[in-house]
Nanobody, 121 residues
Framework: QVQLVESGGGLVQAGGSLRLSCAASGSIFSINAMGWYRQDPGKQRELVATITRLGSTNYADSVKGRFTISRDNAKNTVYLQMNSLKPEDTAVYYC???????????????WGQGTQVTVSS
């Protein structure tokens, strides 16, 4: 099993920045890709970005050029730097991890508890 713990959410004004972190523990050897998803109440969970162990990234069109995903394999931690935030970025952000051989567009195999990001206009 893999445990994921997110941190870094909060309230920010439009145009501001936040940095999310997700620390993985447990059977780290079993995972390759990690990523971030977000979900609004009443909506489906949607991809934000993913990154493989070797650093290959994938972004949703809505965040390209504003968000950057990165990873520190030594610390088993993935980050999401969010710049130029918009009110429509408001959501609960979830960290996800994929077992080896799996990646987006499949849904993650392991999930964090989520962290709220609220962008005020």
């Amino acid at each position: 099993q893999v445990q994921l713990v997110e941190s870094g959410g909060g309230l920010v004004q439009a145009g501001g920045s936040l940095r999310l972190s997700c620390a993985a523990s447990g059977s780290i050897f079993s995972i390759n890709a990690m990523g971030w998803y977000r979900q609004d109440p009443g909506k489906q969970r949607e991809l934000v970005a993913t990154i493989t162990r070797l650093g290959s990234t994938n972004y949703a069109d809505s965040v390209k050029g504003r968000f950057t995903i990165s990873r520190d394999n030594a610390k088993n931690t993935v980050y999401l730097q969010m710049n130029s935030l918009k009110p429509e970025d408001t959501a609960v952000y979830y960290c996800a991890a994929y077992r080896r051989g799996r990646n987006y567009p499949l849904m993650g195999d392991y999930w964090g508890q989520g962290t709220q990001v609220t962008v005020s206009s």
